[in-house]
């Protein structure tokens, strides 16, 4: 299938590195697909065996948005390649509407042709992987990061490369260089969303469920698109089932206050959104542990009583259950700008922006059961280069989950397809760093932008 090889990172070529890209992740793919295409040799290191992350491992699903409410687009770039790519392949269906009206458009994907296309984009690009591999620490000099440490089933060693993006969602990279973090607990309580363990059911009939939908508005999402389903548009999302939830909850103990869930890529395929873990770190190794046992408890428990009580499940069953549990957020940089829930409905613009979202703030509430929103940006919001540029150390790139925003702001700037937009932009900047001989705060906004414009972003 790959007609390129994948690089044993044996010493010698381990000195080449002008970018090593920490995890592949959808932010972590973009960059270093990003970085290679634009001539920088580039490593990306991975700890499970394919790249995708939240995408792949936690099928989180789906990609939510590339439009903003008015059905304009304003994100593109590699994120639009890779969908392109996918529904070439029957891996995707383009953008649809979203149901339930929370957003203009939502993108179903699969995730197992997602670690395909991805993998398939990485080694065309030519950057090199080293996937079974995980960053366990670094080395630094005077602000800068020298190497990074990693194990595998070859033992452990340090790679060494000029300049680092940290995709690893957690922030690794940055918290092991000691540079600041965020708070992440206030009065011992931890504020960071809750984890969920999403799964994917088939063998579902999707005509009952709008059935019972137009019977039922008052048991979904106020803002459920009930007059276009009641025409025949297609079922893509629902949020709801609350009276029957509330019962049945007595028994499921799930801390949510509905049902979540959206179809997928074939016609008989449903994506569920619904169990949470709170209060549980997903950044520490026996919170995650237990995470995982009750994540995978809860998941049992709804897609039985799924099964047994909704109409158009009857002959569902699980066809996939991921890798590991979804992990929403963990720790936040503090960087040269740190983005906020003002920048995100007020549609903040920077002179240094590389990406853009038009995604509210959505934060699944760390310690009840409901969800806390806000409006949407009229038309968009920006995300300054500077969100990405950890204060303290400087040929370290931060981008994807972990940028320097504040808990509500990152309650926007998390989604994938912003996420991937942040990875191709933050893989430029590290090219040109490595080929002009500057560190990322050297590097002109405006001049980012418009070369990000030519490779396909929206800006
Ligand atoms: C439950 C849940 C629901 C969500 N719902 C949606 C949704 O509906 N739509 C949407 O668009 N977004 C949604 N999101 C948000 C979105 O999935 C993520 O925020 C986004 O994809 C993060 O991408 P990332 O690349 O920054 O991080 P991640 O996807 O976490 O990727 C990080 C990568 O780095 C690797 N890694 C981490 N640490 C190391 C290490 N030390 N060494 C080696 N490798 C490492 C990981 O294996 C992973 O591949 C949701 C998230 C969750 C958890």
New binding site residues.
């Given amino acids: 299938m790959y007609t390129s090889g994948v690089a044993s990172a044996s010493p010698t070529t381990l000195d080449q590195y002008d970018v090593v890209v ?8 973009m960059a270093a697909v990003s970085a290679a295409r634009n001539g920088a040799k580039t490593l990306v ?4 065996g394919f ?8 099928m ?6 590339f439009h903003n409410k008015h059905g304009e687009q304003v994100l593109a770039g590699l994120g639009q390649e890779l969908v392109d790519r996918l529904q070439a392949i029957g891996g995707a269906i383009g953008h649809v509407r979203d149901s339930i009206g929370f957003v203009y458009s ?2 179903p994907f699969d995730p197992d042709l997602t670690k395909q296309v991805m993998l398939r984009m990485l080694v065309e690009s030519g950057a090199d992987l080293m996937l079974h ?4 620490d670094v080395q630094t000099t005077n602000g800068i990061v020298t190497a990074v440490r ?1 194990v595998n089933k070859s033992g452990s060693q340090l790679i060494p490369a000029k300049f680092f993006i940290d ?4 922030a ?2 940055a918290m092991r260089a000691g540079a600041p973090m965020q708070e992440q607990r206030k009065d011992g309580q931890l504020i960071t ?6 799964f994917r059911l088939s063998g579902v009939q999707w005509e009952p469920i709008r059935r019972y939908i137009l019977d039922n508005p008052d048991e979904f999402h106020h803002e459920t698109m009930f007059h276009e389903l009641k025409r025949g548009e297609p079922l893509t999302a629902v949020s709801g089932y609350f009276s029957e939830w509330r019962k049945v909850n007595e028994k499921l103990n799930v801390p949510r206050d509905r049902l979540l869930f ?1 179809s997928g890529v074939r016609p008989d395929e449903c994506y569920v ?1 619904t169990s949470r873990v709170t209060q549980l770190d ?1 950044a520490d190794a026996f919170d995650l542990t237990a995470a995982e046992i009750e994540g995978r408890r809860q998941v049992t428990a709804i897609a039985d009583w799924m099964k047994g009580n909704i109409a158009g499940f009857e002959d569902s069953y699980i066809s996939m259950i991921p890798t ?6 963990t720790r936040r940089i503090l960087g040269d700008y740190v983005i906020n829930q003002n920048d995100v409905v007020n549609g903040s613009k920077f002179e240094d922006a590389i990406a853009r979202s038009a ?1 509210p703030v ?1 934060i ?1 509430a760390p310690t009840g059961a409901g969800l806390i929103t806000s409006e949407a940006p009229d038309d968009y919001y920006e995300i300054p280069f500077r969100c990405l540029l950890l204060q303290g150390l400087d040929n370290v790139i931060v ?4 940028i320097s925003a504040t808990h509500e702001g990152h309650a926007s700037t ?6 991937f937009a ?2 191709q932009a933050a893989g430029l900047a590290a090219a040109q760093c490595a080929s002009k001989n500057l560190l990322p705060r050297d590097i002109k906004g405006s001049q980012l932008r418009s070369k990000l414009r030519e490779q396909g972003a929206v800006l």
Avoid: K
């Fill in positions: 920490c995890g592949g992740g959808p932010t972590g793919t290191i991975e700890r499970y790249p995708g992350g939240s995408s792949t491992a936690a989180v699903h789906p990609w939510l948005s939502l993108t591999t995980f960053i366990t990693v995709a690893t969602g957690d690794d990279i969303q809750p984890l969920t363990m999403n959206f959104n997903g590991q549990i979804g992990v929403r957020e995604y959505d699944h981008a994807g989950r972990c998390r989604l994938t397809p912003t996420c942040m990875g």
